[in-house]
């Protein structure tokens, strides 16, 4: 499996999406259609995998489901998947919830931000589900990466544990919808503080 181009941030990662690809076929809690969207999720992740539909098949669970609303994203069925990316196999339920309730928090900045479509560029505003399922699922790839690194909320925004980790995330490592969420519920150790990279 290859997350990243880069070797060391690839090494950082690898083995925690490893672990949770392996223990799908395992899993009882999920439903047909959550372990076929988690597929999906796995091979989108995978560099090496070139049969990613990953949006297409949010959009197409949604759609079969009549949910137009970002808002009820982490309803319907899609929690305990949610759940499952953030750890909930590895290390128990009560340590997803954090990072689920945080993925949540952005699903809900998400559905009031301005998106931009056809040739003049117009911003609009709409909760419509299928006009933020891109972003949506761009930022789950960020928070399960973020995961993945074992980071803590410091590490986080400073982009690596030493110096030289921090060097060579800094332009790797994507944090924008992750802060953004751990800024609107309030965070005191990411609000003012200042972005490296």
Not at 63 to 73: A, C, H, P, Y
Not at 87 to 116: M, Q, V
Not at 149 to 163: E, N, V, Y
């Amino acid at each position: 499996m290859r997350i990243h181009w880069n070797n060391s941030y690839n090494d950082l990662c690898v083995s925690y999406i490893e672990k949770l690809r392996s223990g799908l076929n395992n899993t009882r809690n999920l439903s047909g259609e959550a372990h076929e969207l988690l597929r999906h999720f796995f091979n989108d992740i995978d560099q090496t995998c070139h049969e990613s539909h990953f949006e297409t098949a949010l959009h197409s669970y949604f759609k079969q489901r009549g949910v137009w609303n970002t808002l009820e994203f982490l309803e319907w069925g899609l929690r305990p998947a949610i759940d499952y990316l953030f750890g909930s196999s590895l290390d128990g339920p009560a340590s997803c919830k954090e990072w689920t309730d945080l993925f949540g928090e952005y699903i809900r900045l998400e559905a009031k931000a301005p998106y931009t479509t056809g040739y003049t560029r117009h911003s609009l505003r709409s909760a419509r589900i299928s006009l933020h399922i891109c972003k949506i699922a761009q930022a789950l790839r960020q928070f399960v990466l973020l995961k993945a690194t074992g980071f803590s909320t410091a590490q986080i925004l400073r982009k690596g544990r030493t110096p030289d980790e921090q060097q060579e995330f800094s332009t790797i490592i994507d944090i924008d919808s992750w802060l953004a969420a751990k800024i609107s519920i309030g965070d005191r150790e990411c609000i003012g503080k200042p972005r490296l990279g």
